[in-house]
């Protein structure tokens, strides 16, 4: 199936040859590749010139005169420019004669190809409610994000969908991944922004080279402009299974998505297995993220830990609090005591710094996990801040509430804050009611290790 770079590559070709041809008649073999009456096609194309050649997504824009030709290859259809009276090769079906005795035929053995005449315009931005272009502005960081946000299916198939994005097709859509080492599986919603500015930037690449490799490899082509099987030599990932890796000698796989011949690096484009760690104030959450991180080694991350980084570093977010509560402010950094009386007692500002903080706290989440086999996030509001969708699994803790008061009182804690606090909080039941696995702790520090090493073994290595 061609792809933007193979249709680009024909669209640029045809200019050369046929630019301000005029068309004297039309044969019609096969009337279905026209959409819509054959009769008014010819009528409204004999006597117009082909002036402009534009492709948008997979389709060729032809503009003539007074109207526009749009021709889409499909599987198979190829155009080949003749004189008038070379004979027709097997499979044409549509015939261009010009008035200086040259001819265009279109020639297609799948028969899948259509064309279609629509009305000039001034662009062709919403043509066939396609996604931007690759090259264009629209294709940005901030469309691209906004658009994945809550996009649960695995990344290649919104790669493929020509609402996204206009033009890429199966092949590229492997190679872009392996360029960005992104798991084709991966739901699209977990790419971060460095990650989307990279598949900004390694689309544009591929399919650049694509076009200057097709616009090399058709010129040894006389006159057919075919389009299949033409770019394959520069491929990386795509069709090459069993192959080593170019960059770790990992050999590539294949695999099916969304009913399509997938190919990747399994060490590379790894997807990651992702599990969230809430429960209970009190209940030993750091506690077993510091021993996931000493004994088994995993990668972890901790919201508090971030929302701390997030006070302490970041200019804009120092620059949006201190500006919305100057009071908080000392020796020109935030406060980190007044903040969280005033998160406390002040349900608006709660609010306010809640939705500054938290889609940072999931930017810096992604870009944390996007590469890695194993994390384990610990997100005490998991459920609260519905962060819960971004993980394969949850594990929640608890333990009786008079064990955890007595751990928070050691912690210098007030009873009375303690409550309080868990009161604003979804109930213990309902978090252990929506996860995967729940781990008591009331005992001994030994007891909750043995029972994480148990739980590491039975549910986690097993997935
Ligand atoms: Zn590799």
Redesign the pocket.
Known sequence: MPELAEVQTVVDTLKGLIKDKCIRDIDIYYPRIIEGDIESFKKRLIGQHFRRFLRRGKYLLFEMDDVTLVSHLRMEGKYFFEKGDAPNARHTHVVFYFTDGTKLAYNDTRKFGRMELIAKRENYDDFKNLGPEPFSDHFNVDYIYHYLADEKKAIKTVLLDQHFVAGIGNIYADEILFAIKVNPLMPAMFLDIKTIEKLIEETRRILNAAIKAGGTTIRSYTSSLGVTGRFQLSLRAHQKEGDP?P????LIVKTKVGGRGTYY?P???ILPHRIALTGMMGSGKSTVLAYLEEKYAFKTFSADREVRRLYKEDKEVQKHILTAYPELAKDEMIDLTKLAALIFHDAKAKKAIESLIFPRVLESYKAFSIHEAITIAEIPLLYEAQMDKYFDHVLVLSSKQKVALERLKKRGLKTKDVKERTNSQMPIKEKIKRADWHITNDGTLAELYAKIDMWIDKDVRKK
């Open positions: 890796c960059d770790c000698e990992t690096c060490h590379c484009q």
